[in-house]
């Protein structure tokens, strides 16, 4: 049975390296990658760990085996990795219901991912819930970029509650950055 939870160890952070590597665009065929989505960002270990440290990311795990996980990333890692750090200027600059987000307490989806084999179970609904029930007192939304080639993810995203806000172009790609209110207004 699948239990969601905050990871904890060393070894769950591992479980997310390896969910993250099987499910890269570049380790995908084409139709695969449009079929089931894609990761296209690669995190590392050290950075896993800094994240952790600030607040632990949301894991689906079964058998010991870590086959989902929504990584969360605040403003104190922003500038670990390039890509994070380009992602929070970006959100900074864009504007939600008349208010700049750089003023807001917002955290961001650093990822998402459900193993191949359980997808389709309620897995992502099941991982957001538990990520807004542990970040929710603490922010007011959940921000992410979704590569707009990736309709699959944005459909799940948008299922669970994220609007489509903003596009950006990054690295000849079109992402789109989607936003979930936790605020009173936006429930």
Same mark, same amino acid.
């Given at each position: 049975?699948?239990?969601?939870?905050?990871?904890?160890?060393?070894?769950?952070?591992?479980?997310?390296?390896?969910?993250?590597?099987?499910?890269?665009? *570049?380790?995908? !065929?084409? !139709?695969?990658?449009?079929?089931? #989505?894609?990761?296209? +960002?690669?995190?590392?270990?050290?950075?896993?760990?800094?994240?952790?440290?600030?607040?632990?990311?949301?894991?689906?795990?079964?058998?010991?085996?870590? %086959?989902?996980? +929504?990584?969360?990333?605040?403003?104190?890692?922003?500038?670990?990795?390039?890509?994070? !750090?380009?992602?929070?200027?970006?959100?900074? *600059?864009?504007?939600?219901? #008349?208010?700049?987000?750089? #003023?807001?307490?917002?955290?961001?989806?650093?990822?998402?991912?459900?193993?191949?084999?359980?997808?389709?179970?309620?897995?992502?609904? *099941?991982?957001?819930?538990?990520?807004?029930? !542990?970040?929710?007192?603490?922010?007011?939304?959940? %921000?992410?970029?979704?590569?707009?080639?990736? *309709?699959?993810?944005?459909?799940?995203?948008?299922?669970? #509650?994220?609007?489509?806000?903003?596009?950006?172009?990054?690295?000849?790609?079109?992402?789109?950055?989607?936003?979930?209110?936790?605020?009173?207004?936006?429930?």
């Amino acid at each position: 049975m699948v239990s969601i939870k905050l990871a904890q160890e060393v070894s769950e952070l591992e479980g997310i390296l390896a969910l993250q590597r099987r499910n890269l665009k *570049r380790c995908l !065929s084409e !139709s695969e990658a449009e079929e089931q #989505g894609f990761l296209i +960002a690669e995190y590392d270990l050290d950075y896993l760990r800094q994240m952790q440290e600030q607040r632990p990311s949301v894991i689906a795990v079964d058998d010991g085996r870590v %086959v989902g996980y +929504a990584l969360v990333v605040t403003r104190e890692v922003r500038a670990g990795l390039p890509f994070i !750090s380009d992602l929070f200027d970006e959100i900074d *600059r864009i504007s939600y219901r #008349g208010s700049l987000l750089a #003023g807001t307490d917002y955290v961001v989806v650093g990822q998402l991912c459900v193993d191949k084999d359980y997808r389709g179970q309620g897995l992502v609904g *099941r991982l957001y819930a538990f990520f807004r029930a !542990s970040l929710e007192e603490r922010y007011q939304c959940g %921000v992410t970029d979704i590569a707009r080639a990736n *309709r699959r993810s944005l459909k799940a995203h948008q299922k669970v #509650g994220f609007e489509v806000i903003h596009a950006i172009e990054y690295e000849g790609l079109t992402w789109d950055v989607v936003l979930w209110d936790w605020s009173e207004s936006g429930r």
